[in-house]
C-alpha cells in the first residue's frame, strides 16, 4: 500500500499500482473526469500513470496555474500531429514549452509560410475535437530507434542513440502519431483546448549548432482560455507599438540591413543621443575614480589562446587570416586587454585600487535567427569598467 497526503492535510492508503485517476475516482466520480494532471512530491505527472510511491499528493484541473505549462507542452505536439498530417514527409525535431508559449523545429525542404497559418490552426483544432487519448509506452533503446528510423524520423532517432544509459526511453502516442517525450501529459487532446495562435516563422539549426542542418522553427502562444489568449495578443500587440526597432525607424535615429546582420548604422540624431548618455557615462566613470584606457580591436591568435579565449568561444569569435600567415581575432570582449595594461612595467601596492574603464569597440558572432535590434548584435561598444585591488579591499 502507498500512503498519500492530501493539500487539506488528510491521508489515505491506496493499492500499490493506484494511478491519480482511481485516487480522483475515489474522491468523486467528477472529479476524476475533470482531473487533468496529479503532482506526487512536488513532480507532476500523468493522471493514468501508477503513482508508485507514497508522499504529498494533488489533483491539478486544467485551469489550474500548474497546469499551464501541459497546455503549452501538448499544444506543441498537437502543432507537431498538424504540420505532418498537413505536409507529408516533414520531419518533427524538438518543441518544447517556453515562457507565454511554445515552438517547435521542423526540417522540410519546402519552406513554411506564414500563409500556412490558418490551415495548421484549423488542423490543430481538428485533432482537439477527436479527443484523442495520449499513450504512454516505455521502450527499449534498440527498438525505439528502429521504430523512429522507420518512420525516416532521423532526428529522433539520433537523440535517442544520445540519451544516456540510465535514461528511461518513452513516447506519447495520439492514434497513429507518436513522438518522443518524458511528459507528463494530459489524459487526451481535448484538454489543450483551442485558445492557441501560431505566432511567428523562425530559423534554427539542429542542436543549435551551424554546421547542423537548418530547421523551421513555427512560434506559437497557448493559454488555459480565449479570454487568457485575446489579453495577451493585445499585450503583444501593444509592445510592438513600442518596439525600439519601429521607434528607432520613425525618429531616424539608427537602421541596419542585410548586408550588415547584427551592425548599426547611427544616423545624426541617433549618433547625438549616443554621445550625450557617453558623455554622462564618462562624468560618472570619473566621479568613481576611474581612468579611461583603449585596448586594440585586432589581436593575434595567440593573444587568445593564452586568454583562454580561442579553446571556449572560438565559434563565437571574427576571425581572418591575412597574407602572412597571421591568424587575427575581432575582440569579443574588453577584459584581457585591460589586464594586459595592468600588467606593463611593475605595481606597488600603493596604488591600488586601481579603476580601469573602456568604451570599447566588441564583436561576437550571433546566429542570425538570434539577433534582435539593438538588444542582440554582432557589433556593440562596450562600457567595460575593471577594478584591480588587493584582497583586504575587497568589501
Known amino acids: 500500500m502507498i500512503d498519500l497526503k492530501f493539500p487539506d492535510g488528510a491521508s489515505r492508503q491506496y493499492p500499490d499500482d493506484a494511478t491519480g485517476r482511481d485516487v480522483a475516482a475515489s474522491i468523486s466520480p467528477s472529479l476524476a473526469k475533470r482531473a487533468a494532471l496529479v503532482a506526487l512530491n512536488g513532480e507532476q505527472r500523468d493522471l493514468d500513470r501508477p503513482l508508485g510511491g507514497s508522499g504529498d499528493f494533488k489533483l491539478i484541473m486544467r485551469d489550474d496555474p500548474e497546469a499551464l505549462e501541459t497546455i503549452r507542452h501538448d499544444a506543441a505536439h498537437v502543432l507537431a500531429q498538424a504540420v505532418q498530417e498537413l505536409f507529408p514527409g516533414t ?3 524538438i518543441g518544447p514549452a517556453i515562457e507565454d508559449g511554445f ?3 521542423f526540417h522540410r525542404e519546402e519552406p513554411f509560410s506564414t500563409d500556412d497559418f490558418a490551415a495548421i490552426e484549423k488542423k490543430m483544432a481538428e485533432i482537439v475535437d477527436r479527443d484523442e487519448k495520449l499513450v504512454r509506452q516505455v521502450w527499449d533503446r534498440d527498438e525505439a530507434i528502429k521504430l523512429f528510423e522507420g518512420k525516416g524520423e532521423t532526428f529522433k532517432a539520433e537523440l535517442i542513440r544520445d540519451l544516456p544509459g540510465t535514461e528511461t526511453i518513452t513516447t506519447y502516442a495520439t492514434g497513429g502519431w507518436v513522438d518522443l517525450c518524458r511528459g507528463p501529459h494530459f489524459p487526451s487532446t481535448k484538454f489543450v483546448g483551442k485558445a492557441f495562435k501560431l505566432t511567428k516563422l523562425a530559423g534554427a539549426y539542429w542542436r543549435g549548432d551551424h554546421r547542423n542542418p537548418q ?3 513555427i512560434y506559437a502562444t497557448a493559454w488555459a482560455s480565449k479570454e487568457d489568449l485575446d489579453a495577451y ?12 526597432r519601429r521607434i528607432g525607424k520613425a525618429m531616424g535615429l539608427f537602421h541596419m540591413q542585410e548586408e550588415g546582420r547584427g551592425m548599426v548604422f547611427w544616423h545624426p540624431k541617433g549618433w547625438i543621443l549616443w554621445r550625450v548618455l557617453e558623455a554622462y557615462m564618462r562624468r560618472r566613470l570619473d566621479a568613481a575614480g576611474y581612468v579611461e584606457v583603449k585596448t586594440p580591436q585586432v589581436l593575434d591568435r595567440t593573444f587568445w589562446e593564452k586568454s583562454g ?12 587570416e591575412t597574407v602572412e600567415g597571421e591568424t587575427l581575432s575581432l575582440k569579443p570582449m574588453n577584459c584581457p586587454g585591460h589586464v594586459q595594461i595592468f600588467d606593463q612595467g611593475q605595481r606597488s601596492y600603493r596604488e591600488l585600487p586601481l579603476r580601469m574603464a573602456e568604451f570599447g569597440a566588441c564583436h561576437r558572432y550571433e546566429p542570425s535567427g538570434a539577433l534582435h535590434g539593438l538588444m542582440r548584435v554582432r557589433g556593440f561598444t562596450q562600457d567595460d569598467a575593471h577594478i584591480f585591488c588587493r584582497e583586504d579591499q575587497i568589501v
Open 91 to 93: 520531419q518533427v525535431t
Open 103 to 105: 515552438y517547435y523545429d
Open 215 to 217: 530547421l523551421q522553427r
Open 233 to 244: 495578443l493585445l499585450r503583444v500587440e501593444e509592445a510592438e507599438k513600442r518596439d525600439h
Open 309 to 320: 579565449h580561442w579553446e571556449k568561444y572560438r565559434p563565437n569569435m571574427f576571425v581572418c
